[in-house]
């Protein structure tokens, strides 16, 4: 009976590879046996194993995600050092929280994307354009998160800090950066997402390298497996900033696993 | 003076709020008396009061409707097409453990990875046109829907589920009475999120995979220099996503009224 219980224990994780690997022998047969293949228009995955192999030996994959991770890090970077302290200020003054809320939410809420041919025009095809759209994207879950981490410190803590003689350092140090910070790494995951749509929007717009170029090249010159291998290495990246995101949210903030909402 | 003291203590945040993004706009608007510009930036800058005068021409001219609708088009069939499935799926995903297994290495990669990626895929499948932009608004909106849906299904009580069991329900009576009132706070977060990637997948689909619409208005007036233009299909867009995000949140709110606000996520 020890198979059926390892089974059970595992039984997410088989079924979800069980599936993964049914599809793609169902697309494998299906596009070699009942349908033939319009190369031109679909693509099966023995040929973007090829491709696969072709391009991580290739210098071009390397190249390109090397050049889309300066932008993106540059842009990220200046939202976490222009995010969080503007946050942190929102979150512990009052009337700099009723100045600023209204139009940063307007930003927030709306798809700033839509500047991206401004920018790209005003800022150039090149590293900087790239990096104000990620920032502009990414920047707004710091501010928010950070607030929400501020505002959410016990009022008690603060009052233990204040009558034990605590100076306002010690306040920020003991009180409110460890209470924000599960907020500050919830951000930072929707941070990854939208700072991900900077660097393709601005890189399918004008580009002459990068891996959102990449993808659209291949994809103008009907290289459609090459195509593919762009995205599935892409979605790999994304998947992998992601998850290792939510762990950390679990380990900083256990209590709030499962409340949040993607 | 007490009386206007006491009206300014009740109205702040709104009067500090709405006054910051006046006087930006003011401010905004005076740059070009303050300092005088250098030629190469001049070409791109511009003014609120150029924006609005820009916006009322092409609106009297009927430029702004004509890309409206098309805009609105692909945006409404999109987020249809996405509810239609995204609800279903995720209440199915939610009831049967097995399918949820099945599908999670799907939905955990596809929502992780920013939709848009799917872009020249689609343009080469359907071609420049309405198709390739409501495929991308689609496969944007429908996983925040699939998702929370899923979330709001999973997080039912199961003793309220095991009670409505008991009298003799069955799976239709049990999501009739118990799931789909318990999820639906969920499926109206899961819309809000949804509305905002629908703009998103608009907007950058009409960037290139079009040649109408609000955002290749935007584009191709960038590549002329209005910038003008620009800001006013930006404007258009801005006031779009405020207005349906601030009505689902209303919603919401009202609907769960007992939930602790948490940070904001657009």
């Known amino acids: 009976m020890g198979l059926k219980e390892k089974y059970h224990e595992y039984h997410r994780p088989i079924l979800g590879m069980a599936s993964v690997i049914g599809l793609i022998l169902l697309w494998e047969l299906t596009l070699t046996y009942l349908?033939?293949?319009?190369?031109?228009?679909?693509?099966?995955?023995?040929?973007?194993?090829?491709?696969f192999r072709e391009q991580l030996f290739g210098e071009r994959l390397w190249r390109d995600l090397a050049i889309s991770s300066r932008a993106f890090i540059w842009g990220f970077s200046l939202s976490v050092i222009v995010g969080i302290p503007l946050g942190a200020v929102m979150g512990w003054r009052r009337r700099v929280e009723y100045t600023l809320d209204p139009l940063l939410t307007a930003l927030y809420a709306s798809p700033l994307v839509a500047l991206a041919p401004l920018l790209i025009i005003f800022f150039g095809v090149g590293l900087l354009g790239k990096a104000v759209l990620v920032f502009l994207l990414?920047?707004?879950?710091?501010?928010?998160?950070?607030?929400?981490?501020?505002?959410?410190?016990?009022?008690?803590?603060?009052?233990?800090?204040?009558?034990?003689?605590?100076?306002?350092?010690?306040?920020?140090?003991?009180?409110?950066?460890?209470?924000?910070?599960?907020?500050?790494?919830?951000?930072?995951?929707?941070?990854?997402?939208?700072?991900?749509?900077?660097?393709?929007?601005?890189?399918?717009?004008?580009?002459?390298?990068?891996?959102?170029?990449?993808?659209?090249?291949?994809?103008?010159?009907?290289?459609?497996?090459?195509?593919?291998?762009?995205?599935?290495?892409l979605s790999a990246i994304a998947v992998a900033l992601t998850e290792l995101l939510r762990k950390a949210e679990l380990m900083v903030a256990p209590w709030r696993a499962g409340e949040e909402i993607r | 003076m007490t009386g206007l003291t006491s009206f300014y203590r009740e109205k702040e945040a709104y009067l500090l709020g709405i006054g910051f993004i006046?006087?930006?706009?003011?401010?905004?608007?005076?740059?070009?008396?303050?300092?005088?510009?250098?030629?190469?930036?001049?070409?791109?800058?511009?003014?609120?009061?150029?924006?609005?005068?820009?916006?009322?021409?092409?609106?009297?001219?009927?430029?702004?409707?004509?890309?409206?609708?098309?805009?609105?088009?692909?945006?409404?069939?999109?987020l249809g097409i996405a509810i239609a499935v995204g609800l279903p799926f995720g209440i199915v995903m939610g009831r049967s453990r097995t399918l949820d297994a099945l599908s999670d290495p799907y939905v955990t990669a596809l929502n992780a990875t920013p939709r848009l990626v799917w872009l020249p895929l689609f343009i080469l499948w359907f071609g420049i046109g309405i198709w390739s932009k409501v495929m991308i608004v689609f496969v944007g909106a429908v996983f925040p829907l699939l998702i929370n849906t899923y979330a709001g299904v999973k997080n039912v009580d199961r003793v309220l589920v095991n009670v409505v069991r008991s009298f003799g329900a069955n799976e239709w009576q049990v999501m009739k009475v118990v799931v789909l009132p318990n999820?639906?706070?969920?499926?109206?977060?899961?819309?809000?999120?949804?509305?905002?990637?629908?703009?998103?997948?608009?907007?950058?689909?009409?960037?290139?995979?079009?040649?109408?619409?609000?955002?290749?208005?935007?584009?191709?007036?960038?590549?002329?220099?209005?910038?003008d233009v620009v800001f006013a299909g930006v404007a258009i867009f801005m006031g779009l996503s405020l207005i349906l995000t601030l009505s689902v949140k209303k919603l919401e709110n009202s609907l769960a009224r007992w939930r602790p606000e948490a940070a904001k996520n657009f």
């Open chain 1, 138 to 233: 990414a920047v707004f879950p710091f501010i928010f998160n950070t607030s929400a981490g501020v505002k959410s410190a016990d009022p008690l803590l603060i009052n233990v800090v204040r009558s034990f003689g605590g100076k306002e350092l010690d306040l920020y140090l003991k009180v409110i950066l460890p209470g924000t910070f599960p907020y500050i790494v919830a951000g930072t995951r929707l941070a990854i997402g939208r700072g991900l749509v900077g660097i393709i929007v601005g890189e399918f717009y004008a580009a002459s390298e990068g891996i959102g170029f990449a993808i659209q090249n291949y994809g103008d010159t009907y290289r459609l497996p090459d195509m593919f291998v762009g995205i599935i290495v």
């Open chain 1, 35 to 51: 349908i033939p293949v319009d190369p031109f228009f679909f693509t099966k995955p023995s040929l973007i194993g090829t491709a």
């Open chain 2, 183 to 227: 999820s639906l706070p969920y499926i109206i977060v899961g819309l809000r999120l949804a509305i905002g990637r629908a703009i998103l997948g608009v907007v950058v689909g009409e960037f290139f995979g079009s040649s109408k619409g609000l955002g290749f208005m935007i584009a191709s007036a960038a590549s002329n220099y209005k910038v």
């Open chain 2, 22 to 78: 006046v006087f930006l706009l003011a401010l905004w608007q005076c740059v070009p008396l303050l300092i005088t510009l250098p030629r190469g930036y001049a070409l791109f800058f511009t003014t609120p009061s150029r924006i609005a005068a820009t916006f009322y021409r092409l609106l009297v001219e009927g430029q702004i409707q004509e890309h409206f609708y098309v805009s609105v088009a692909a945006f409404l069939s999109g």
